[in-house]
């Protein structure tokens, strides 16, 4: 089980940081992925970790912004989102699973509950 922390409301230029707490695994044995989701497009991932904690990717949209990462002792994965913009604006979803590809859109089923994060002035 995932279950998800942070998000709210916040001011372009700003920051936020999302948690991600696992229970049952470690989430240190699994890629981790963020995605954030649009109302009407299809859920994206735009970071993702494999768990050599070595390999971080990012999708083009949120590279040099957003920085993922894990604290194995807390079993707890985040995304530190930094300038944010409007566009940033949705719904964030964390995921943990083996997947070939850690910034794939499929292959996780193991899924948070979802936050939302509104950039608005």
């Known amino acids: 089980q995932l279950v998800q922390y942070g998000g709210g409301l916040v001011q372009p230029g700003g920051s936020l940081r999302l948690s991600c707490v696992a229970s049952?695994?470690?989430?240190?044995?699994?890629?981790v992925a963020w995605f954030q989701e649009v109302p009407g497009k299809t859920r994206e991932p735009i970071a993702c970790?494999?768990?050599?904690?070595?390999?971080?990717r990012y999708s083009d949209s949120v590279k040099g912004r957003f920085t993922i990462s894990r604290d194995k002792g807390t079993n707890t994965a985040y995304l530190q989102m930094d300038d944010l913009k409007p566009e940033d604006t949705g719904t964030y979803y964390c995921?943990?699973?083996?997947?070939?590809?850690?910034?794939?859109?499929?292959?996780?089923?193991?899924w948070g509950q979802g936050v939302q994060v509104t950039v608005s002035s």
């Open positions: 995921a943990a699973d083996h997947v070939a590809w850690c910034l794939s859109r499929i292959g996780y089923f193991t």
């Open positions: 049952g695994f470690r989430v240190g044995d699994y890629q």
């Open positions: 970790m494999n768990d050599d904690d070595v390999v971080t």
